[in-house]
């Protein structure tokens, strides 16, 4: 996702990263990926009871409850319950570490190794333009 007061600007340099790195600007990938609300708490070593929790949640509109140790509890939820979703986890006391609107991908896939080094490298370079905001992908 780019934010930028120069489209042109922002379109030149994304494409040029692109093609100096093997990647192709005319293939049509947003298909791929639904917007979606996505609420992230990084903190759940004092969380008891997971079931409740869940239960809050899925009456305020969450599509999608993850646990993880190490990224914590990832909700997500269509755009249009973001606040509903967002304000029951203040209300279950959870302290949100990001809250937004992200592009959620369909299907995932691997990589191996050496792909997905390069593509770590393709999405350092794009962070790195002041004009992008922000970098999804469907890879694992």
């Known amino acids: 996702v780019a934010l930028t007061d120069n489209t042109n600007r922002a379109y030149t340099n994304i494409k040029t990263t692109s093609n100096k790195n093997g990647g192709n600007m ?45 990224d914590g509890l990832i909700v997500t939820s269509e755009v249009q319950d973001f606040k509903k979703t967002s304000n029951a986890v203040e209300a279950l006391e959870l302290a949100i570490s990001a809250a937004g ?5 369909n299907i995932t896939v691997e990589l191996t190794d050496d792909q997905g080094a390069r593509l770590m490298k393709f999405i350092d370079l794009l962070e790195e333009d002041d004009d992008v905001d922000a970098v999804f992908t469907n890879a694992e």
């Not at 947003?30 to 008891?48: M, P, Y």
């Not at 609107?101 to 991908?105: A, D, G, H, T």
């Open 26 to 70: 005319e293939a049509k990938v947003k298909w791929q990926f639904d917007q979606r609300a996505v609420v992230r708490v990084e903190d759940i070593s004092k969380i008891e009871d997971r079931d409740s929790i869940e239960l809050e949640l899925i009456d305020a509109g969450a599509m999608d409850i993850d646990w993880h140790e190490v």
């Open 101 to 105: 609107l992200e592009y959620v991908p």
